[in-house]
């Protein structure tokens, strides 16, 4: 009997390590809002573009090293959007265009600048075209 007790108390006590490793194994994902939100004139006199732009990284280690360089990813983004023509920016199919553009643009200067392993994606959380 105290060896079938002990053998249950050592599957329990394995069950459970065994299920916090899962736990902990799942990826750190967090959005980085890139603040304040973006306000870049446009290719014609009293035009502008306001994009609040959100930052989706993958990993503790890049999460750091993201915020560390969000000054250079707010520069990329200012010379993307800049002088854009209003007319490109209409519809959602522009706006996805414009956000995929955003996306590769990141990944490109976090490649200049480390890394860009943890960065996966980008959202925008607001978007205003007057």
Known sequence: MRILMLCLSFLFVFNTAYAEDEESAEPVIEYLEMAPKFTVNLDRPNKYLVVNVQLMVEGETYIEKVKKHLPALRHELIM???????????????????RIETKKAITKALEKHLNSDGFRDVFFTEFLVN
Do not use: H, I, K, V
């Open 80 to 98: 993307l959007y800049s002088g854009r023509p209003s007319a490109e920016l209409q519809t959602m199919e522009q706006r996805e265009a414009l």
